[in-house]
């Protein structure tokens, strides 16, 4: 569609003739045998017409795009450009002197003007001129226009690219929570096995039910918290089987919380640390403490353990903490905050969210 073919910007654009035609009207009136009135009159009509002559412009221009991939030392196709755009404006040019011909000639069969043919006739250089300028300087806005315009749909494809890149990168990251979490889990089985037989079977009913609940997040971006809290209980109840009374879990869970919408099994590897890294290393075992608070419309997330500083190293940089503070850099870029505090025997991981509510968007 022509861009100036709304109403808002054709007003704007045959406003801006009007000062067109007060130049022609003064380079032909003063000093001439025309008078200010007869070349008013001249002029104006003919300025009305040639403004919406030069609407075709866009159409020039857009049949012969100049690309900013051609090699400047390859002219041929610049200079095809510029032979078309030019006999166009030839083109209109001469049709629109034709057309001043014919009104001035209409006019000088009136009374009123007599012989206003001969006396315009030695403008009639200035006007084709003019209309030769004038539909230049348009071609070259609509080529502006266009320039513009291929800008912004580059920058739109750019940015299409990147939320297509990083949904791919928040399903790949997605992706690694569950083989990571059942690498983890076949280990305390296959120990299990030897040992206690029939908490090895037990695990795996409890395995085969976490699984097939994550199965069913299919491909949810969010979830309310209280599903990934379910999600949570039922991963440590496969660990209660492995360490018993050793894992104590205590909870701190805001009522207002429950229904905000998080991101699926961003708490689980979380918790899946605590549990490798710090309640195993731990002869007579330790605490995992979930909280989470709303304040200043943001969600507050802590999961805090127990662990031995001698036994264990930190995980700042464990595959658990990066696949986590990438998918939250992924989501709410800037957003998202994930701190990680050691003190003494206590390791805690602190995560602030946006706090958002509503259906879980798929």
């Known amino acids: 569609m022509h861009p100036l073919l709304s109403r808002n910007r054709l007003g704007l654009y045959l406003l801006a003739w009007i000062p067109i035609a007060g130049i022609l009207i003064f380079l032909t009136a003063p000093g001439t045998t025309l008078s200010w009135r007869e070349s008013s009159i001249v002029i104006l009509p003919l300025c009305a017409v040639y403004a919406f002559m030069c609407l075709s ?52 069969k009136s009374p009123a003007f007599p012989h206003l043919d001969q006396r315009f006739a030695p403008h009639l250089r200035l006007l084709f001129g003019a209309g030769i300028f004038l539909y230049g300087l348009a071609i070259a806005r609509y080529y502006v226009l266009l320039s513009l315009e291929a800008s912004r749909e580059a920058e739109a494809r750019v940015m299409q690219v990147k939320i297509l890149a990083r949904e791919a990168e928040l399903k790949a990251l997605k992706a690694q929570v569950n083989p990571h979490f059942l690498f983890n889990s076949l280990n305390s089985i296959s120990a299990l096995t030897s040992v206690d037989p029939a908490k090895a079977r037990e695990m795996c009913i409890l395995l085969s039910e976490f699984l097939r609940t994550t199965l069913g997040l299919g491909e949810k971006n969010v979830i309310p918290l209280s599903e990934e809290l379910a999600l949570l209980h039922r991963f440590l109840a496969i660990e209660k089987v492995r360490f018993g009374a050793r894992l104590r879990v205590e909870e701190s869970i805001q009522e207002e919380s429950k229904p905000l919408l998080v991101p699926p099994l961003v708490l689980q590897p979380l918790v899946e640390n605590a549990v490798v890294h710090g309640i195993a290393n731990l002869p007579d075992g330790g605490d995992i403490r979930l909280a989470s608070q709303t304040q200043d419309g943001r969600l507050f997330l802590t999961i805090e353990n127990t662990f031995d500083p001698e036994a264990t190293t930190t995980r700042r940089n464990g595959m658990g903490l990066a696949n986590v503070r990438r998918r939250l850099e992924g989501r709410y870029a800037a957003e998202a905050v994930l701190r990680v505090d050691t003190q003494t025997n206590r390791f805690r991981v602190e995560m602030s969210l946006p706090a958002e509510s509503g259906d879980a968007r798929k």
Do not use: C, E, F, H
């Not at 221009?61 to 030839?90: F, M, T």
């Open 57 to 108: 412009a866009w159409y020039v221009a857009k049949a012969s795009p100049i690309r900013q991939d051609i090699d400047i030392a390859l002219r041929g196709p610049l200079v095809r450009i510029a032979v078309r755009n030019a006999a166009a404006a030839v083109v209109a040019t001469l049709l629109w002197m034709g057309l001043a011909w014919a009104w001035i000639s209409a006019l000088s």
